[in-house]
């Protein structure tokens, strides 16, 4: 059998396709768009070669049209978690030993299934059932997640190149072994990308991965699964089973074999997590690693130097794009009074021209929150806003919940820098923006590094290049990624890794190789060429 030292293809970005009118790419997502619409979905739960339909089953519904059902998918119980987590680790005798370029190979084809004939597929079940446009659905579940796969690839050649130093008498060998047990996936509603990152990141190290996808993303969960099968991913590898996540959770954090956790969700579930794992750790063979990006109350900060358009412009887009449900979102803002006026009236200007409503009206810039529970505790917090002596609501404020979960693009100015809105995740399209007066630029960057518990993202802009250094100096434990002169969202894989601190998360940055070192277990090995025989040194003569 021949061998090699193997190259893989250089990773690209994807191109990011335009979907303006008339090019073919906008006909295909739509027709796309319509058979999910009009088609009856079922999301089975996946267990090695099976296709489990269990009959406890969810609606599958959009945002953007609640009353309309599209599908359903199935929930697993006990019974099934644990069939998983078996079919895994049988699994795992196979896969953790198949050599990597192989593992390499399904992962590659993946990125190209994405980005060729399932790109409309994918992407249209991420506009029905998250409710995004075409642009953010582009550049979530095909670009990113096509980027993820690429890169990964490339990065896990660079960390099984990193080898330390040999002699002529002894041949030193790093090998990056798979962890020794299961990876429990738990990931979230809002971006297809990390729904698919997760367990794939894992899996192309040689793990095995029980992956839990939100009750709020099944549509595109169940088009990554097809992707995956089709690519080659073996049956057991990669097992999808979506079930009560506390039930689920103490099954799996119970198990001896749980070898680690790859999250994305919210603080408080991954401090549970967190809490349970450290509860069970006598029970388990190895100490599991932790992984986790949870949440942000991420930031923009506008110093008296600022292009009043660029910053209008990074609040807009920053806090209202998929309606604020990015956990990078801007949702807070300190803005110079100099160039408060002039921001405010862009910022008006924008709001007054932003269309909602259905993704697959393409003229609309923002569509629907993702369910009830989010609609009702955005519409609190604006309720609250306009009867409150500390804030005043300058734009929107108006929600309907008739058809869809709509929040208009809302913006709060607060006196106070500790308003409850300037603090607490909100997760949807509203920002609330403090006015600080021009000499308390460094009392403000304070106020921007002490008001939050998270340190995810944040963004300062300004022309002047003092100002900018010291942001970047003062503002260094606050946001794992940072933005100079532009928005706080927009995260490319290969450019900007991604992940916070604080109560953000872990900070294993996501779209880098840092994150897969965290799915692998070193092993040094050590071969002496020529062994000793005598266990005397020369300095023992006499």
Known sequence: MGKGFFNVPVAINEPILSYAPGTPEREEVLKAYQEFYNTQTEVPVYIGGEEIKTGDTGDIRPPHDHKKVVGTYHRGSKKEVQKAIDTALEARKEWSLLPWEQRAGIFLKAAELIAGPYRARINAATMVNQSKTIYQAEIDSACELVDFLRFNVEYMTEIYAEQPESTSGAWNRLEYRPLEGF??????????????????????MGNVCVWKPSDHQMLS???????????????????????????????????????????????????????????????YKTYPRIVGETGGKDFIVGHKTAV??????????????????????????????????????????????IKMGSPADMTNFMTAVIHEGSFDKLASYIDKAKKSKKAEIVFGGGYDKSEGWFVEP????????????????????VITIYVYKDSKWEDTLKLVDETSIYALTGAVLAQDRYALSQATTLLQNCAGNFYLNDKCTGAVVGQQ??????????????????????????????????????????????
């Open 308 to 353: 009043p358009a660029q910053v209008a412009t990074a609040i807009v887009r920053g806090a209202f794009e998929f309606q604020g449900q990015k956990c990078s979102a801007a949702s807070r803002a300190y803005i110079s009074e100099s160039i408060w006026p002039e921001v405010k009236e862009l910022i008006g200007k924008d709001i007054e021209s």
């Open 183 to 204: 990876i429990y996936c738990i990931s979230p509603f809002n971006f297809t990308a990390i729904a698919g990152n997760l367990p794939a990141s894992a899996a192309l």
């Open 497 to 542: 890794p991604f992940g916070g601190a604080r109560a953000s998360g872990t900070n294993d940055k996501a779209g880098s190789k840092l994150n897969l070192l965290r799915w692998v277990s070193p092993r040094m090995i050590k071969e002496t060429f020529v062994t000793p025989t005598d266990y005397r040194y020369p300095f023992m003569g006499e």
């Open 221 to 283: 969960a169940n088009v990554i699964m097809e992707v995956f099968k089709e690519a080659g991913v073996p049956d057991g590898v990669i097992n999808m089973v979506n079930a009560e996540p506390q039930m689920m959770t103490e099954e799996i954090l119970s198990h001896a074999d749980f070898a680690g956790v790859h999250f994305t969700g919210s603080t408080s579930v991954f401090k549970g997590i967190w809490a349970q794992i450290g509860q069970n750790i006598n029970t």
């Open 410 to 429: 809302t913006v709060i100015v607060t006196t106070d820098p500790n308003y409850e809105t300037m603090e607490t995740e909100l997760f949807g399209p």
